[in-house]
């Protein structure tokens, strides 16, 4: 089992940046991949970024260029931090992470509200 604890959500204004912080409650060398969702009002939960344990990243197209995830294997932690926020950014986020073995099991923190409005 591992327990996820995001934090660093808020209020702020468009063009402004966060930086949002996921907490496993053990170590993340044995993650395959861990990465962060997003889930707006009324829509479905989409993927923001991902982390491989090889230290491959995937971004959404609609984040690319503006987000950047990190992993710290030291703090069991995933970073993602985010600039130039758009009003379009205000979710939900969700941290995940992946095992695969020794069969695929997903693991999902609460949340933390993101909220990007003047």
């Known amino acids: 089992q591992v327990q996820l604890v995001e934090s660093g959500g808020g209020l702020v204004q468009p063009g402004g940046s966060l930086r949002l912080s996921c907490a496993a409650s053990r170590s993340i060398f044995s993650i395959n991949v861990m990465g962060w969702y997003r889930q707006a009002p009324g829509k479905q939960r989409e993927l923001v970024a991902t982390?491989?344990?090889?230290?491959?990243?995937n971004y959404a197209d609609s984040v690319k260029g503006r987000f950047t995830i990190s992993a710290d294997v030291a703090k069991n932690t995933v970073l993602l931090q985010m600039n130039s926020l758009k009003p379009e950014d205000t979710a939900v986020y969700y941290c995940?992470?992946?095992?695969?073995?020794?069969?695929?099991?997903?693991?999902w923190g609460q949340g933390t509200q993101v909220t990007v409005s003047s």
């Open positions: 982390i491989s344990d090889s230290g491959i990243r």
């Open positions: 995940n992470a992946v095992k695969y073995l020794p069969s695929r099991s997903d693991y």
